[in-house]
C-alpha cells in the first residue's frame, strides 16, 4: 500500500471517530449541564398528595416525597447518572422508581430514553414486565439476579427491556455498594448472529466453485434471521446512539462483532461486506432485482442520478443535526431496517422499506444506490486500493467535522438559531 493510500485511509477512519467522540463529548456535556430534574409532577402517578421533593444527600440518593403537611409519602429514585453505561438497543435509559412508605417498590416509568421510540412505548405498555420489582424491598432488588429471577426481555424491544432492568437493579446495588463489573453475555441471539457474521465473511472471501449458489440460499438465511428473527440491523439510529453513550459491548456482542466487521473488513481489505453479505434489505433487493424482468429495468437519466447519489450525503448532514442540537426525532424512521421489526415498526419506516423494494424492481438495488445513510458511510470508509484519490466524499466529510465542532462549541448559539 502506498502512502498516499495508507494516508487517506487513516484520514477517513480519523474523520468517523473524530465526529463519533465530538457526538459523545457532547452529549455527555448535555447530561450534565441540561440534565432535567425529577419534578412533583412526575411523581404523582404514585403519590396523588405530593406537593415536594426533598433531595436525599444520605447513600440512596433520591428523593423524599412529602404531602403539604411535611409528612413523608414515599421515596423515589432515578437510574441516571449511576446508570448511563447500561445501554439498551441504542442508547441509555433514564428510569423513576417509587417506593411507598414501608419501602417497598410501587412501579417505576421511564423518564426518557435515548434508545429507538417504538422500543421503549413496547415496554412500557407491557403490564407484566412494568410489575417485575412491585413489593420488593431495596434489599431486593439490590440483591435480585435477573436471569435466575426469570426476568424476560419484551418482545420487540428485548434489549430496551432488558437495560430497563439491569439499570433498575444496577442502582439499587450502587447505594449498597454493590455494584458489579460489566462481563461479556454471549447469549443465543449474540451466538447465532456472530455464526451468521462469520458466514458472510467466508462468502466474501471465498473464490470456491459454487459459492453464487451458496450465496442465493445464505441471502435467505439473512432475510429470515439477522431481518426478522433476530432484528439487530446497522442503521443510524443505532450508531448515532452508540456515539451519544457507547457501545453495549457486555450486553451485545453479537452485534458489536457484526458492526466490527461491516466497518473494518471494507477499510483494510476493501470489500463492502455488510451491503453485500449481511443487509436483510439488499439481500431482498437483489432477489427482487433477480426475478424481476429485464424489459422492467429503466435506466435513470445522468443528471437525475447525480441529484439522487446526493441524497444520502444529505441525510447524513440530517442526522447530525439530529444527535448534535438534539431534536426530539426518531432516526429509525429515515430508514428502512425497523421494518423487519414488523410489530414495531412505524408507517414511514414500513414505507420506506415497500418503496425500495418496489423500486428495484426497475433500478436494481435502488434504496441502496440512491437512498441509504449506513451503505454511505460504510462506502465512505472503504478503500479502493492503489487507485484510490482524495475524492469530494472526502471534502465533504472534513467539512461535517467541522461542522460538529462548531455545533460543539458554539452549542447555545445553534439551539437559539434553530430551536
Known amino acids: 500500500m502506498s502512502a498516499r493510500v495508507a494516508f487517506l485511509q487513516l484520514y477517513r477512519l480519523g474523520i468517523l471517530l473524530a465526529v463519533a467522540w465530538l457526538v459523545h463529548a457532547h452529549h455527555a456535556r448535555l447530561r450534565i449541564e441540561g440534565d432535567a430534574p425529577v419534578r412533583v409532577s412526575e411523581v404523582t402517578l404514585w403519590f396523588s398528595n405530593a406537593t415536594q421533593l426533598e433531595l436525599d444527600l444520605g447513600a440512596h440518593g433520591g428523593f423524599h416525597v412529602l404531602d403539604q403537611s411535611g409528612a413523608k409519602l414515599g421515596y423515589v429514585i432515578r437510574t441516571l ?14 428510569t423513576l422508581v417509587a417506593l411507598g412508605s414501608d419501602d417497598r417498590v410501587l412501579g417505576f416509568k421511564i423518564r426518557s430514553s435515548e434508545d429507538t421510540k417504538t422500543h421503549v412505548g413496547d415496554v412500557m405498555a407491557d403490564r407484566h414486565f412494568k410489575k417485575t420489582w412491585n413489593g ?6 439490590a440483591s435480585m439476579d435477573l436471569a435466575k429471577a426469570g426476568v424476560e426481555g419484551v418482545s420487540g424491544a428485548t434489549k430496551t427491556s432488558l437495560a430497563v432492568a439491569e439499570g433498575i437493579v444496577h442502582r439499587f446495588r450502587v447505594a449498597q455498594g454493590e455494584a458489579q463489573a460489566k462481563t461479556w453475555r454471549w447469549g ?25 449458489r451458496w450465496r442465493r440460499w445464505f441471502q435467505w438465511l439473512v432475510i429470515g434471521y439477522i431481518g426478522f428473527l433476530n432484528g439487530d440491523l446497522l442503521a443510524q439510529s443505532l450508531l448515532a446512539g452508540w456515539a451519544k453513550s457507547g457501545i453495549a459491548w457486555h450486553q451485545s456482542p453479537g452485534l458489536l462483532f457484526l458492526a466490527a466487521a461491516a466497518f473494518l473488513v471494507p477499510w483494510a481489505a476493501k470489500r463492502p461486506v455488510y451491503c453485500q453479505q449481511l443487509c436483510p434489505h439488499g439481500a431482498a433487493q437483489e432477489i427482487i432485482s433477480r426475478h424481476a424482468p429485464v424489459r422492467w429495468r429503466v435506466g435513470v437519466p445522468e443528471s437525475v442520478e447525480r441529484g439522487l447519489r446526493c441524497l444520502p450525503a444529505l441525510l447524513l448532514l440530517f442526522v447530525l443535526f439530529v444527535i448534535l442540537l438534539p431534536l426530539d426525532f426518531d432516526l429509525a424512521t429515515i430508514e428502512p431496517f425497523d421494518a423487519y421489526l ?21 433500478v436494481p438495488k435502488a434504496y441502496c444506490k440512491y437512498g441509504c445513510p449506513t451503505g454511505a458511510l460504510l462506502e465512505f470508509v472503504r478503500s479502493r486500493g492503489v487507485g484510490d484519490r482524495f475524492e469530494r466524499r472526502d471534502i465533504a466529510a472534513g467539512v461535517l467535522l467541522l461542522l460538529a465542532i462548531f455545533m460543539h462549541t458554539q452549542h447555545a448559539a445553534w439551539r437559539a438559531v434553530f430551536l
Open 188 to 212: 443465543a441471539r449474540d451466538i447465532g448472529l456472530a455464526i451468521v457474521t462469520t458466514l458472510g465473511l467466508w462468502m466474501t472471501f471465498t473464490k470456491r466453485p459454487g459459492r453464487e
Open 136 to 141: 420488593l424491598t431495596w434489599e431486593q432488588v
Open 81 to 94: 447518572p449511576q446508570a448511563e453505561r447500561i445501554l439498551g438497543y441504542c442508547g441509555i435509559t433514564d
Open 342 to 362: 414488523i410489530r414495531s415498526a412505524g408507517v414511514a419506516t414500513l414505507s420506506i422499506a415497500v418503496i425500495g423494494l418496489l423500486a428495484t424492481l426497475w
